[in-house]
């Protein structure tokens, strides 16, 4: 599912962008070409994610987003580079960074290793949460400043995942849906292109050339490819009728070119996705593990549905990259990394653990994988003397109700 996704997004940006990239830079590949080299980056970062030790994930998960704050706050200076309106990247030499992304994995990691410490305490809602929403309505505020709508929206998701898998009540979350509310409303107040958007979502034909051309254009891409599409690379749209083709509407072009058929393929990747994520968290023992692993899943699947979803026009344009198929280095990178911690915690499940030791024990070393790619033995989860069983979800005690 992984190198699937990973094969297909390369497929899909090489043919969604050779004629925005000849026309920059003279090379139908440049794009590619960038794409690939984050690809290379991002399967480093995959394999540090597939071998790092747990503990030491989760022990240095704090100073991982305290870092991940710090960038933030950097891009908000001078050392911050504006694109296209948003100043939301860091420049370092040729490349670009945007701490926006990393700072996704971090509250993941971080907001699980806080409620998983406080599990006993989380059926009083101040340990619930302080100091984890704080923290999350201040890294907010940072990337609202950019500003940034779209990763604000998918970092609510992680935050939301963290609670909802925490067992955070009902009451908590009608609570967060009206501050939502009430927040988006007033953010589409105080920018007039936010304002724009929602106006075009709500009444399509009200701004045909304006506001709701890229959503009109990404429609008509979706419709021109029918059931099986008109062909790889022969699509239409990328010729500048549909800004952002291999980024934020990729899912457009892979309609057009490939037809309902590759939409359904996509859907069924990123399904599965949902399947065997969350599988790895019901089958581990560590509450660290399954509290994490069932929030990356989250992060990772809801991301991909709002990108469809505003693609599709079931809702509003926010500006989210599709996971590992839209173009983009720093998203792609974070991206893989999370998948590598996936793997590394579905080898943590007590079934994985007593296969590979079991190996191990039979033929006095591991197995070919495992040697090739220099990977540490699990190590099998053993719960503190006194702490309480970790059921699902984590806090059995205060749940939902």
């Keep these: 599912m992984f190198g699937l996704l990973i094969l297909f997004g390369l497929v899909m940006v090489l043919s969604a962008s050779n004629v925005e990239s000849y026309n920059k830079v003279g090379s139908s590949y440049a794009v590619f070409v960038q794409q690939l080299a984050y690809c290379g980056f991002g399967l480093v970062l995959f394999w540090l994610g597939l071998r790092m030790p747990v503990r030491m994930l989760r022990g240095t998960s704090g100073l991982f987003l305290i870092g991940c704050v710090v960038l933030l706050a950097m891009v908000l200076s001078p050392l911050g580079a504006e694109i296209n309106g948003a100043q939301k990247w860091l420049r370092l030499g040729p490349l670009s960074l945007q701490p926006s992304e990393p700072t996704k994995l971090a509250l993941a990691l971080w907001g699980a290793h806080?409620?998983?410490?406080?599990?006993?305490?989380?059926?009083?809602w101040r340990h619930l949460l302080v100091p984890l929403v704080p923290m999350a309505?201040?890294?907010?505020?940072?990337?609202?400043?950019?500003?940034?709508?779209?990763?604000?929206?998918?970092?609510?998701?992680?935050?939301?995942?963290?609670?909802?898998?925490?067992?955070?009540?009902l009451e908590l979350f009608g609570a967060i849906v009206i501050a939502a509310v009430a927040g988006a409303a007033a953010m589409a107040g105080l920018a007039g292109y936010r304002s724009m958007r929602i106006q075009s979502f709500l009444h399509p034909g009200s701004d045909p050339q304006g506001a709701a051309y890229q959503a009109r254009q990404a429609m008509f891409s979706l419709a021109d490819g029918g059931w099986w599409g008109v062909g790889l690379g022969q699509g239409s749209a990328k010729w500048d009728y549909l800004p952002n083709a291999h980024n934020d509407f990729i899912f457009a072009i892979i309609g057009e070119e490939l037809g309902f058929l590759g939409c359904l393929v996509v859907l069924l990747l990123f399904g599965t996705l949902a399947y065997v994520g969350i599988r790895i968290a019901a089958r581990n023992t560590d509450p660290w593990i399954k509290l994490v692993s069932a929030t990356v899943t989250t992060w990772l699947v809801g991301q991909a549905?709002?990108?469809i979803g505003y693609v599709v026009g079931l809702l509003p344009i926010t500006g989210i990259p599709l996971p590992l198929i839209s173009s983009g280095g720093t998203s792609i990178a974070l991206t893989m990394l999370a998948f590598g911690l996936l793997a590394n915690f579905a080898r943590h499940e007590p079934q994985a653990v007593s296969a590979l030791r079991h190996e191990s024990a039979r033929s006095g070393r591991h197995g070919g994988l495992s040697r090739l790619l220099q990977l540490r033995p699990p190590v099998p989860y053993v719960p503190a003397p006194r702490s309480r069983a970790a059921g699902w979800p984590i806090a059995s005690s205060g749940g939902r109700r």
């Design 305 to 307: 549905a709002i990108n």
């Design 137 to 169: 309505v201040a890294i907010f505020a940072l990337v609202m400043l950019q500003p940034d709508l779209g990763t604000t929206i998918t970092l609510a998701v992680v935050l939301l995942a963290l609670l909802w898998f925490g067992g955070a009540p």
């Design 114 to 124: 806080v409620l998983i410490t406080k599990r006993a305490l989380l059926h009083q």
